[in-house]
């Protein structure tokens, strides 16, 4: 089940008349949801980094939720992001961990609609003001969806809107945000992603059992490695028993890209995957660490209920 991570990054959520709600639409709705209110959370500012990174490392998507301010994020929301985005995280030479996630913005807006335009008041459109948190989502990685933005959300008695009127467009756009996410969660391309990660997660830890591998394999698969090729779920057995004997439980396959291209009724999945590893000194690797590049193209079919079977796979050393 796909889990999903909002972030609230209001800084007074009790008195809000739009956000409250959208975070209680979110709350009611998901099937697994972890809401991280920031402002009861972290009233003095001092975020723990460590529980919300955990908190992330769950998600298939996450969802930053707040009301527009002065063009950006709310302060707090800021200094969530600057302390928990952080090096070796979300960036630099191991900062893959939100690698793969979708990132929704979704954000209520005070201004209408028609001033976010070259002509209007405000210049600028929403997503040209939301640049920099896109570029931010790539640099971790992460998928960047289109922003869901509402206008027209403040609520000033006697002076802008009426209660009933905002809180109206605050059920439309959870509507929107849970349609969204749905069909991001839910879409063959998503599951895919997950089975990548699940397959190697499993495939790191080199169990003993081997039915976890071959229950997500077609009974003909096509095994092609560096070792030769491998025919059906007894030649998977046999490649993974000579794998066995070389590398150590433990290994640690690092996707660094996924391209995922329907292809008839099966998907080509192209992977870059870097391997580090220990060996054993008894094998012809010789005990010697490995740091291996590899390319993988994976031949997948999913039925109806979603799962994935590989029922081909290819490994291409690179260089
Ligand atoms: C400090 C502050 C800055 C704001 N800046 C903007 C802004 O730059 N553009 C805009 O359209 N609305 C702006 N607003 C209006 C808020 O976006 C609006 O009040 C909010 O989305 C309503 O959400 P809530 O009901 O959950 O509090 C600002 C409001 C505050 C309090």
Redesign the pocket.
């Known amino acids: 089940m796909s889990h999903v991570v909002v972030i609230s990054g209001?800084p007074n959520l009790q008195?809000?008349?739009?956000?409250?709600l959208i975070i209680e639409r979110l709350a009611g709705s998901l099937d697994s949801v972890d809401v991280r209110c920031l402002d009861t959370l972290y009233p003095d500012y001092q975020i723990d980094v460590a529980a919300e990174q955990q908190a992330l490392l769950a998600a298939d998507a996450i969802v930053l939720q707040f009301?527009?301010?002065?063009?950006s994020v709310p302060a707090l929301l800021k200094k969530w992001i600057d302390d928990v985005l952080a090096y070796d995280f979300a960036f630099g030479s191991k900062g893959d961990k939100l690698k793969g996630k979708a990132l929704f913005l979704s954000?209520?807006?005070?201004?209408p609609a028609a001033?976010y335009q070259p002509l209007g008041y405000?210049h600028f459109t929403i997503e040209q003001m939301l640049r920099p948190l896109q570029q931010t989502a790539y640099l971790a990685g992460m998928a960047y969806q289109p922003p869901i933005a509402t206008?027209r959300?403040?609520?000033i008695p006697g002076v802008y809107n009426k209660l009933e009127e905002?809180q109206e467009r605050a059920e439309s756009h959870a509507r929107r945000l849970l349609a969204a996410l749905q069909e991001v969660l839910e879409s063959d391309e998503e599951r895919i992603r997950r089975f990548v990660s699940e397959w190697f997660e499993q495939f790191d830890q080199l169990p003993e059992a081997s039915e976890y591998f071959t229950a997500r394999l077609a009974a003909d698969v096509d095994w092609n490695m560096p070792e030769g090729r491998f025919l059906g779920h007894d030649g998977f057995r046999d490649w993974y028993a000579i794998v066995r004997k070389v590398f150590k439980p433990g290994c640690d396959h690092r996707v660094e890209q996924v391209t995922i291209q329907p292809d008839g009724d099966d998907y080509q999945v192209e992977l870059r995957i870097r391997l580090l590893a220990d060996t054993f000194a008894d094998s012809d690797l010789k005990g010697e660490p490995i740091d291996l590049l590899v390319n993988e193209i994976w031949q997948v079919r999913l039925d109806e209920q979603g799962r994935v079977t590989i029922h081909n796979y290819r490994v291409v050393p690179v260089g």
Not at 15 to 20: M, R
């Open positions: 209001h008195q809000s008349n739009t956000n409250k009301p527009f301010y002065w063009y954000l209520t807006v005070g201004g001033s405000n206008y959300m403040v609520y905002v």
